[in-house]
């Protein structure tokens, strides 16, 4: 069964799920925006019986500690910061895998490429690390990049909103019956909180520092060639296609499994998934992969 946790990372409290046998090899899985590890929920039961499941939520998202702006500075460097000390310092990981999905990959990243000794494989679902994986869905962002003010904080803060919530949800799938109202319900019950719109306009803002590091993680893939498998909803308008087709420039050994769905593939994919990671995690040779659609 799951088992939920608090630890105290930096004195904040860390919410993070827990399953699997500890002896067994440890995936860590990195949630996207506006989720949580709730978006796992399906997931982790599909790999605990032969692994050891963490799920952090992030500072500032699910039923981790959210302090104020003023309080605490909300960048992905520090929201990284916090996880590698969960990881390494509270939990005393010494290898994992990760799994990363959008918010999840420049956090995941951060952590790899400062211990890439510790990455036994990644998974990436619809995290992004290349320019040409940007879609038409950040472009009310750039100005807010370019010039933070009110005006241009307008339509950013559209993305907070129950509607454009439930969008990021529902966008691309073949079935929206599939989709759990759960999960945008959750999400947004927790975006409403007193001062968490700062809090995600900081990050927001912040996310341009992740572009800035693309080079970094690039030369990462190169020289250490970690196992990478690439499950991509094709239908996602913030991260398109053309970003999971990418990392192979980088990493051509890197499985691949394109999927008709999506931002948030695991609602309505997630057998499918877990199968491929299951397959990828016990795997022990390095081999290139054929991509398929699902």
Not at 19 to 45: C, E, N, Q, Y
Not at 96 to 121: C, L, M, N, T, W
Not at 139 to 149: E, L, Q, S, T
Not at 150 to 175: A, F, N, W
């Amino acid at each position: 069964m799951t088992t939920d946790h608090y630890a105290n990372v930096r004195g904040r409290k860390l919410f993070y799920r827990e399953a699997g046998p500890k002896d067994s090899p440890t995936i860590v899985l990195l949630h996207g925006f506006p989720s949580s590890s709730h978006m796992f929920r399906d997931l982790i039961p599909q790999l605990s019986d032969k692994f050891h499941v963490i799920a952090p939520d992030y500072v500032g998202f699910g039923y981790s500690d959210a302090p104020d702006v003023k309080e605490f500075e909300y960048t992905f460097d520090n929201l990284a910061a916090h996880v590698e000390e969960l990881l390494f310092k509270n939990l005393g990981l010494k290898q994992f895998s990760i799994y990363v999905q959008d918010y999840g990959a420049p956090i995941g990243y951060r952590i790899a490429s400062k211990h890439p000794e510790a990455i036994q494989g990644i998974v990436v679902q619809n995290g992004n690390a290349y320019a040409e994986g940007i879609g038409g869905a950040f472009d009310p962002m750039k100005p807010f990049w370019a010039n933070r003010n009110s005006e241009t904080e307008k339509p950013v803060r559209q993305l907070l909103t129950k509607d454009m919530t439930i969008s990021q949800y529902t966008h691309g799938v073949k079935d929206p019956s599939r989709i759990s109202p759960d999960s945008y319900t959750l999400d947004q019950l927790f975006l409403d909180r007193p001062g968490n719109a700062e809090v995600q306009l900081n990050l927001l803002h912040n996310y341009q520092s992740n572009v800035a590091l693309y080079d970094q993680w690039h030369e990462y893939f190169r020289k250490r060639q970690p196992r990478m498998l690439i499950v991509w909803g094709t239908n996602d308008p913030f991260f398109t296609v053309e970003g999971a087709k990418a990392y192979k420039k980088d990493l051509p050994n890197a499985e691949m499994h394109l999927i008709e769905t999506g931002h948030f593939a695991l609602e309505d994919s997630s057998a499918f998934i877990a199968e491929h990671i299951r397959e990828f995690l016990t795997s022990q040779t390095k081999k290139s992969a054929v991509p398929s659609v699902a």
